[in-house]
């Protein structure tokens, strides 16, 4: 067991740090620390052409195999990159879903022709996409959507209709992947399928959902037999379910390091404060901060243990389970911490009508951080159940 | 960058496993529980013959196995988690750290032989107040030309009233704060120390309290520099922090599994408790508990690593140690206060093991800085230097 990089590692290290020092500046001055969560919807034109700019230096799609366009980059070098990344302050990466989602997916469970149109354009940063799973009565219970697939032999095209909600970034998206059912007689799991559906039809309708914030980076999205080509499901009809499930699988370690390093900024921000304006001196808030910090640091041991365990298959130990009920919840401490360290000062805008200020923002999205993804108790429920074999909940 | 154990780690890990569950079971823990000495001399000896645990991390040169601290945390979270009553800690992880830290290399000739032969021994620096920085250091000393005259007492030192060898912190008598701290190494049995037993809310380690009166040193005992030797005490005090959030990480770990065990079996209203969510909801927590206090207990193992291969620094091993200690120390609390109420009743009687555990969590919480001690130290680091704007 050891913690130190490579040499190579370290070279790799300053390949990626020397390209960022580089390139992350003239016009994309304006984008350094924007974009994370509770501001994604901000700089979104700018962010795209980094996105691109970040291609043509070949950081795109990292971890993707060579054939896919990819550099087939090791854990030590991905977990490496997003470090960097979130070091020299990149934004949020607006290709984030594409790349860490969908591509997987697609290179798993896609087919030949998939791979070929969807695959290219993610890597160049030129499409981007959203996640099309919750609905107004799927929301924990996920299985139990409701928008419907129907197939039409004449055109081959399937007729998706229903509505979707909580769509994070839908405005900003070219496509959106939905989970939809095949077969209406079907419940639960059983009889869904899996879309690769082009927003921007007159099927698709997008209604900005505004959040406590002020700001809207949800949606509702009413699907009017929005049109999708028989090309563009992934696996069978039946299949969605396994397909939803192996996406999901996918949001694991790698990409959360770079999210780490941008809470570690957060709790920079908040010591640099907590030592401007004296609150450093109060016993309560030393313990905090020191609680904060030592709750950050295990949350990187976690995500190198989880990676360095990660089954040559992809698969992960029941380890891992713990990983996003433990970040929620540290993360939305950090919230309230940012503001007791404000003290007065943090119910005073920058200014009208809803100007929040970083980690003002932050405290109140941070609210969001334990309920999507599967929220806290249904962590819980997971752990308990799949990590600890204990008896499963009792179904209605 | 690989952070897992190898497979010989796990060979290590899982010998120990076993071995525990053979001879640190509970009734065995529950024998030695009340006696004096607070061990089974015999399971000790079979411990350094059969095992030899003691001479994991020590270098072969001096009679050890030459292994890692990697090692020495893999073995400690199976002790921590069998309760296994021993000398072990004291003598391994406070002393033979110390006369690795800070010894000669006459004094790591002659005395880490003989814990390697299974000789037992410990480190003492505390006193009344309970302060366990090396500026808390209270006994003095007196320089009397070639020699020191030592004075004061000693609290809460494991196997204080037992151990073979005893290394000793004092202070010239002058001194304040850091300054004028010195350790030296001693048979036990030189005139001048007297001691006795503090028997202990947790029985499954030993606290014992040295009296020094008039103890005379010559120079060859003296370990480190004289009058200097606070930066090595606190290392050897960060180590040995690590080596006990090891055993709390063991500790926690067991709190969880014999709480599933417990209320695997339990029914109430016609179904087994564990049905309950808000009984799975605890153990979940529990086991978010137990797995980053693991992730900190192995990176925290990695640095005593650097620290001995001088690849990480004092402050490293310093940080390392407070963040890995307070987290273990709260994480084994917690799953101890979880693990006796969702044991109900009989978590309360003296039959079940939980008990033992809750105890032991308390007493490793306290011993070498609660974790409030350790944030603050931490608090320290992060906030008490200037902001460069
Ligand atoms: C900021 C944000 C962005 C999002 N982005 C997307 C997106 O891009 N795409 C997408 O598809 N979805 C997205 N979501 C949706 C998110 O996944 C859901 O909100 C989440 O799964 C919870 O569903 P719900 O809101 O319907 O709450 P509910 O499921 O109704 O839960 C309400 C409460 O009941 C509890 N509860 C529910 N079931 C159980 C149970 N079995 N046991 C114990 N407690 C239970 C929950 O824990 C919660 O506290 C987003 C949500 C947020 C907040």
């Known amino acids: 067991m050891k913690l130190d990089f490579s040499p190579k590692d370290e070279l790799f290290r300053q390949e990626i740090a020397s390209w960022l020092a580089s390139n992350l500046c003239g016009e994309f001055d304006v984008i350094r620390g924007r974009g994370?969560?509770?501001?994604?919807?901000?700089?979104?034109?700018?962010?795209?052409a980094w996105e691109q700019k970040l291609y043509q230096g070949g950081w795109t799609c990292i971890g993707w195999p060579p054939e896919y366009g990819g550099r087939d980059a090791s854990i030590e070098e991905q977990v490496i990159f997003n470090e960097e990344y979130a070091r020299a302050q990149g934004p949020g990466r607006a290709g984030h879903i594409g790349e860490t989602l969908v591509g997987p997916t697609l290179i798993a469970f896609g087919n030949q022709d998939q791979k070929d149109r969807y695959l290219p354009e993610i890597l160049r940063g030129e499409a981007f996409w959203c996640?099309?799973?919750?609905?107004?009565?799927a929301g924990s219970d996920l299985a139990n959507v409701k928008t419907g697939a129907q197939f039409d032999d004449a055109t081959q095209q399937w007729f998706i209709s229903g509505q979707k909600v909580w769509t994070s970034l839908a405005r900003e998206s070219d496509y959106c992947f939905v989970i939809a059912r095949t077969d209406a007689k079907s419940v639960g799991h059983h009889g869904l399928g899996f879309f690769l559906v082009p927003i921007d039809q007159t099927g698709v309708t997008i209604r900005p959902i505004e959040q406590l914030t002020g700001t809207s980076e949800f949606n509702e999205v009413f699907f009017d037999d929005a049109q999708c080509s028989v090309e563009d499901i992934v696996g069978e009809p039946g299949d969605g379910w396994k397909v939803a499930m192996g996406l999901l699988g996918f949001e694991r370690g790698i990409s959360t390091l770079g999210q780490q390093m941008l809470f570690q900024n957060e709790l920079d921000e908040i010591i640099t404060l907590a030592k401007t304006n004296g609150s450093a001196k109060n016993p309560q808030i030393r313990q905090r901060i020191a609680e904060a910090h030592i709750g950050l640091r295990i949350m990187r041991f976690n995500s190198m243990r989880v990676l360095s365990s990660e089954g040559a298959d992809g698969s992960l130990q029941k380890e891992s389970m713990i990983y996003k009920l433990y970040w929620s919840s540290w993360h939305r401490n950090l919230g309230k911490l940012a503001m007791d360290v404000?003290?007065?000062?943090?119910?005073?805008?920058?200014?009208?009508?809803?100007?929040?200020n970083r980690l003002q923002s932050m405290y109140l999205f941070s609210r969001a951080d334990t309920i999507y993804g599967g929220t806290n108790q249904i962590q819980r429920n997971l752990i308990a159940e799949r990590a600890l074999g204990m008896p499963r909940e009792p179904r209605g | 960058m690989d952070f897992k154990f190898t497979d010989e780690q796990i060979m290590i890990r899982d010998t120990a496993d076993a071995f525990l569950a053979e001879t640190s079971t509970s009734a065995a823990v529950r024998q030695v529980m009340d006696s004096e000495l607070g061990y089974d001399p015999q399971l000790w000896r079979r411990i350094c013959d059969e095992m030899y645990w003691q001479g994991i991390h020590i270098p072969e040169a001096y009679g050890g196995l030459g292994l890692g601290y990697v090692e020495l945390t893999a073995t400690l979270e199976q002790m921590g988690r069998y309760l296994c009553c021993s000398p072990f800690y004291a003598s391994v992880c406070l002393a033979a750290n110390a006369l690795l830290v800070a010894g000669t290399e006459l004094q790591k000739l002659t005395y880490l032989p003989q814990i390697t032969e299974g000789k037992t021994a410990t480190l003492a620096h505390t006193s009344e107040a309970g302060d366990w920085s090396s500026s808390g250091v209270k006994v003095t000393y007196q320089k009397q030309g070639d020699s020191y005259c030592l004075n004061g007492t000693y609290r809460f030192v494991p196997d204080g009233h037992s151990a073979d060898i005893l290394m000793l912190a004092a202070r010239d008598q002058?001194?304040?704060?850091?300054?004028?701290?010195?350790?030296?190494?001693?048979?036990?049995?030189?005139?001048?120390?007297?001691?006795?037993?503090?028997?202990?809310?947790?029985?499954?380690?030993?606290?014992?309290?040295?009296?020094?009166?008039?103890?005379?040193?010559?120079?060859g005992t003296v370990m480190g520099s004289a009058g200097e030797a606070w930066p090595q005490l606190e290392q050897i005090l960060d180590l040995g922090r690590i080596a006990v959030a090891a055993e709390q990480l063991g500790g926690s770990q067991q709190c969880l599994d014999s709480t599933l065990a417990y209320i695997s079996e339990r029914v109430q209203f016609g179904r087994s408790i564990a049905s309950y969510q808000s009984v799975k909801h605890k153990c979940a927590d529990m086991m978010v508990k137990v797995?980053?206090?693991?992730?900190?207990?192995?990176?925290?193992?990695?640095?005593?690593?650097?620290f001995f291969n001088q690849t990480a620094g004092a402050s490293?091993?310093?940080?390392?140690?407070s963040i890995t200690k307070a987290y273990s120390s709260d994480s084994f609390f917690h799953n101890a206060g979880v693990g006796i109420q969702l044991h109900g009743g009989?978590?309360?009687?003296?039959?079940?093991d939980i008990q033992l555990y809750f105890k032991r969590a308390k007493s490793?919480?306290?011993?070498?800085?609660?974790?409030?001690?350790?944030?603050?130290?931490?608090?320290?680091?992060?906030?008490?230097?200037?902001?460069?704007?």
């Open chain 1, 36 to 48: 994370g969560p509770g501001d994604q919807h901000m700089f979104i034109d700018e962010r795209k």
């Open chain 1, 131 to 137: 996640q099309g799973y919750s609905e107004p009565g």
């Open chain 1, 342 to 356: 404000m003290g007065a000062e943090s119910e005073v805008l920058k200014g009208g009508p809803y100007q929040l």
């Open chain 2, 174 to 219: 002058d001194s304040h704060g850091l300054e004028g701290i010195s350790l030296f190494v001693v048979p036990a049995n030189t005139p001048g120390i007297s001691r006795e037993w503090l028997p202990t809310m947790d029985q499954t380690r030993r606290q014992g309290q040295l009296q020094i009166n008039n103890l005379i040193l010559h120079e």
């Open chain 2, 291 to 306: 797995e980053a206090a693991r992730s900190a207990v192995y990176y925290a193992a990695c640095v005593g690593d650097q």
């Open chain 2, 316 to 321: 490293e091993l310093a940080e390392a140690a």
């Open chain 2, 346 to 352: 009989v978590g309360i009687t003296a039959e079940y």
């Open chain 2, 364 to 389: 490793t919480e306290t011993f070498l800085g609660a974790s409030d001690y350790h944030r603050e130290r931490l608090a320290i680091l992060l906030l008490d230097t200037q902001v460069t704007l």
